[in-house]
């Protein structure tokens, strides 16, 4: 696959079917994000596969009340998704914030489907910055394998119990750092178009200096007739 189509097509997929994800295509999938950048190369990861159904069962249950407490904390307006970015419509977040509920519904109602857990742990992450490189390649994989997945985070909201439950030796540092849940996706695959065009997000040399260059429609897919004219501007 074209790298500029997994960049432009893996989207959050929660709508999965429940055949399984063969082991080979799981390895290619960890080997690939092993590959990814990590500070110092200290690879202070490690991945948690979950398929045994009894054990995705308690994790069903859980992510279903981490997820009520997660949007418990949205409508209060506290919490990671409750504002909207600085210029962008109010009413805009909440229409998208709405889709995101409604496809977050399917896939808790489906938890129990879901035919792969992939828990993601590391030491130290930075922030995130020393672990998220690895887990987009694995999203990234999974798309070039046709497997789809969405990153969840909710579970965080009661790592004790996950940690008890995968028997993770927290003393030694590990934290949870996300969950993705994936399988094969009953939708299709589309472009992400629906992101703030990169002149409206980029600039040059000052916070509010023109980037130079304005890109009207997403480059991905190349066009048949003209290409996409960029305008340069400032
Ligand atoms: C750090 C991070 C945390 C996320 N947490 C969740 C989550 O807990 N549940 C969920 O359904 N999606 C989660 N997502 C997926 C986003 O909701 C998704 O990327 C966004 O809505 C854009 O959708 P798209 O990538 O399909 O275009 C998360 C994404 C990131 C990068």
Redesign the pocket.
């Known amino acids: 696959m074209d790298v500029y189509e997994a960049l432009y097509t893996?989207?959050?997929?929660?709508r999965l079917r429940p055949d399984p994800i063969p082991l080979d295509t799981q390895a290619r999938i960890l080997d690939a994000a092993v590959r990814a950048p990590n500070g110092g190369n200290t690879q202070r990861w490690h991945f948690v596969a979950v398929d045994d159904p009894k054990l995705k069962g308690e994790f069903a249950q859980l992510f279903r009340q981490a997820?009520a407490l997660?949007y418990e904390k949205f409508s209060s307006g506290t919490g990671?998704?409750a504002v909207a970015a600085p210029g962008v419509d109010a009413a805009a977040h909440a229409e998208?914030m709405r889709?995101?509920k409604g496809?977050?519904n399917y896939?808790a109602d489906h938890f129990e489907e879901i035919p792969l857990l992939l828990f993601v742990f590391a030491i130290d992450d930075l922030g995130?910055a020393n672990i998220?490189p690895a887990i987009w390649s694995a999203l990234l994989a999974a798309r070039a394998e046709g497997v789809g997945g969405?990153?969840?985070?909710?579970l965080r909201n009661c790592e004790d119990k996950v940690n008890e439950l995968l028997g993770v030796p927290v003393e030694q540092g590990w934290k949870m750092s996300?969950m993705l849940?994936m399988g094969y996706p009953r939708g299709r695959w589309g472009v992400?178009a629906?992101?703030l065009p990169v002149q409206e997000v980029s600039s040059r040399n000052h916070w509010d200096a023109p980037f130079g260059v304005e890109v009207p429609q997403p480059l991905w897919p190349p066009q048949d007739g003209p290409e996409t004219v960029l305008t340069a501007v400032g």
């Open positions: 893996t989207r959050m997929m929660r997820r997660e990671p998704m998208n889709r995101i496809s977050g896939l995130g998220y969405v990153m969840t985070m909710v996300a849940a992400a629906n992101r």
